[in-house]
């Protein structure tokens, strides 16, 4: 009771307690809803369907007895589904195992040296974009086994080949068939959680199974349906030759890109579902190791890789779970239906299957989140685009590196904000300059300095003690631009940030409690006068202002 009391999760006192019954009912509910979707992401990445079953197990069993997460549920994620079919398809599915298994092992190693929380630091909108691109060509592949034909292959390709599938499948009556259980299965997930009563409790994706087992068995209907083998003989252990495989950087590139991707996904799952309930919120470190144990035990076996999924652990938490027992059991249950019922399974349709992914596509698509964003942030919108743009044409891992690189660069060219104004008072040209100084604004810098000398006055002042921060180049191009200007003769004098100090061609300096003094930027110069002789026409004068910019510069100095 005392660690209940404890609990960070603990919210309210009258929060209801877990109950075995409650556990072993949400345990079903997640098993139901994990059943068709691992079969489907295993079909979709082009490996049998028993190994889908499999990563389901591991990610029940082991994943969900693990510390991390307490609600979230891992498997087979229709998110990597993509990035699997196309793995498989260079380099085999015999290599699938060590790509997961070293994925799994450096997910250990990111998590024992704390790097969980790493990954909430990418762009929120880097995140959307490698979700719709991930999503977007899921629907498009999956439309074509949902009519019972083959995709044409890249997601370009498939897109370019949707008017002759439709060509193709009115034609064919058996198409037509298998096209109208997948239509069927894709309304059935969007609308089920309107149809009234306790019927919407159960999964709709297990009513769409019922009902395209039903039509298949029909006379006459001659659709597709899951070919499933033995579940044990589907354990393909890696062995030499496969580990041989690490030598290749194609495969060196594929486990970086699924720890990535796979890691990404599983925590911003997790901040996702901890929105969802009041319990113990995710340990990011313990639950990224828990996904590299998952992994690792998934590649020895040379199954799919493993992440967390929203639909599995949303359904868990709709059903009332609250401890990881609900999610372990659930890896059970899988592990029963496929060692004792494997018949059942042979019954069920491709393209009801296509169709439950067609619907967890078109979630990762998530359309609405584009206009909301081109509301909130512009700039943000072109990021979120352009990688789930790169990512279509391309492929995952070089989506999110643009996405990733548009990101930085939207973020420093925000953070690089330089206020630069230039007037003439009398026989002096003066600049001032506040904000951030980077490269980024060293054309604005340029622009100000020459336009200072070619003023065509004897004195140059150059004001910079409200700039917050001077990189290199910046500080470079000021420093050159003064040196080229007195060796013409003229009076340059140069206030920057930093420590104040004097320097002065004189023989004579300011006493050190004068010249070290802050002059207060809203002060005229001259209420000021230096304790020493005044600086010879070569001096530099230093002064240090932390405070903010103003908004409008005053113009606070008067000329000699």
């Not at 793995?87 to 599915?93: E, N, Q």
């Not at 938490?317 to 018949?343: D, I, N």
Request: proline share 7%; aromatic share 4%; with cysteine.
């Amino acid at each position: 009771m005392k660690g209940a009391k404890s609990s960070k999760g603990s919210k309210s006192p009258n929060a209801p307690k877990a109950d075995l019954a409650t556990e072993i009912t949400a345990s079903l509910v997640v098993f139901l809803v994990a059943l068709p979707l691992c079969i489907g992401v295993a079909v979709a990445s082009g490996v049998p369907a028993e190994l889908g079953i499999i990563s389901g197990v591991i990610g029940g069993l082991v994943v969900g007895a693990a510390k991390g997460s307490t609600l979230q549920v891992s498997g087979p994620a229709a998110g990597l589904a993509a990035l699997v079919a196309e793995t498989v398809a260079d380099l085999g599915v015999a290599q699938l195992g060590v790509i997961v298994l070293f994925s799994g092992i450096l997910q250990i190693v990111l998590g024992l040296v704390k790097l969980g929380r790493f990954f909430q630091a990418i762009s929120l909108a880097v995140v959307q974009g490698m979700l719709a691109g991930i999503g977007l060509p899921l629907i498009f592949s999956q439309a074509y086994p949902a009519a019972d034909a083959k995709a044409p292959g890249t997601p370009l390709e498939n897109m370019a080949g949707v008017p002759g599938l439709l060509a193709d499948t009115v034609s064919n009556p058996q198409a037509m068939i298998a096209a109208g259980l997948g239509i069927l299965t894709v309304v059935l997930s969007f609308m089920w959680k309107k149809v009234p009563g306790p019927v919407n409790k159960i999964p709709a994706a297990l009513v769409a199974v019922g009902i395209g087992i039903a039509v298949a068995a029909l006379p006459g209907v001659n659709v597709k349906t899951l070919q499933v083998g033995n579940l044990l003989a589907s354990v393909d252990v890696p062995g030499a030759e496969q580990f041989a495989g690490l030598a290749d950087p194609a495969v060196i590139t594929a486990i970086l890109t699924f720890t990535v991707i796979a890691s990404a996904e599983s925590l911003f799952t997790a901040a996702a579902v901890d929105r969802m309930h009041d319990g113990p919120r995710t340990r990011y470190n313990p639950e990224l190791i828990a996904q590299g144990a998952g992994n690792t035990v998934a590649g020895i076996l040379g199954a799919l890789p493993i992440t967390a999924v929203v639909a599995r652990s949303s359904a868990n938490v709709q059903a009332g779970a609250k401890t990881r027992m609900s999610r372990t059991l659930h890896g059970l249950w899988l592990l029963l239906f496929a060692l004792l019922l494997p018949q059942v399974l042979a019954l069920i349709p491709i393209s009801v299957l296509a169709g439950v992914l067609i619907h967890s596509g078109w979630k990762l698509f998530a359309p609405a989140e584009f206009p909301k964003m081109w509301r909130q942030d512009r700039g943000e919108f072109a990021v979120m685009s352009l990688t789930t743009l790169v990512i279509v044409a391309t492929a995952l891992l070089e989506g999110v590196l643009v996405g990733l690189a548009a990101g930085i660069i939207l973020a420093a060219v925000r953070m690089s904000q330089t206020v630069i104004k230039q007037h003439i008072e009398d026989d002096t040209a003066k600049v001032v300059m506040a904000g951030n100084a980077t490269f980024l604004r060293l054309p604005q810098v340029i622009e100000a300095l020459e336009g200072a000398a070619e003023a065509g006055k004897p004195r140059i002042r150059l004001d910079l003690k409200g700039v917050t921060h001077l990189d290199h180049a910046c500080r470079n191009q000021v420093e050159e631009f003064v040196t080229q200007q007195r060796a013409k003769g003229l009076r340059v004098e140069l206030l920057m940030p930093g420590p104040a100090k004097h320097t002065a061609t004189d023989t004579k300096a300011p006493t050190a409690p004068e010249s070290s003094r802050t002059i207060r930027a809203d002060e005229p110069l001259s209420q000021h006068p230096p304790a020493a002789p005044a600086p010879g026409p070569t001096a530099e004068w230093f002064y240090l202002d932390t405070r903010p910019m103003p908004e409008e510069y005053a113009e606070t100095y008067t000329s000699r």
